[in-house]
């Protein structure tokens, strides 16, 4: 049982960057492609980039395309979201989510319902200020 734990959210000026951490910890993530999602209050959770398992291939939701750059560390186990000219509209609790299946493409993580991912971190709060 794979155990994520998201790091380095908080408060920025619009036009602010921060830089996310996903940490595994139980077993290693190094053959799962991984996803990052994000809900805002009142919003349904949705999709915002993912990487598959070796790193070299990535995908995001058009809102963040140009603007966050997902990384992975497979020797450290952590996955990154680094966030650059953040905008209110960013403003979300921030989850990243290993899915159930080896191997998977990042575009097909894109796709995948919450019943695909097998394992959840607790969320980081992001607030962005205007």
């Known amino acids: 049982q794979v155990q994520l734990v998201e790091s380095g959210g908080g408060l920025v000026q619009a036009g602010g960057s921060l830089r996310l951490s996903c940490a595994a910890s139980g077993r290693t993530v190094r053959s799962y492609a991984m996803g990052w999602f994000r809900q805002a209050s009142g919003k349904e959770r949705e999709f915002v980039a993912a990487i598959n398992s070796g790193g070299g291939g990535t995908y995001y939701a058009d809102s963040v395309k140009g603007r966050f750059t997902v990384s992975r560390d497979n020797d450290k186990n952590t996955v990154y979201l680094q966030m650059n000219s953040l905008s209110p509209e960013d403003t979300a609790v921030y989850y990243c989510?290993?899915?159930?299946?080896?191997?998977?493409?990042?575009?097909?993580?894109?796709?995948?319902?919450?019943?695909?991912?097998?394992?959840w971190g607790q969320g980081t709060q992001v607030t962005v200020s205007s």
């Open positions: 989510a290993a899915p159930r299946r080896l191997f998977t493409t990042a575009q097909a993580v894109g796709a995948m319902g919450p019943s695909d991912f097998g394992a």
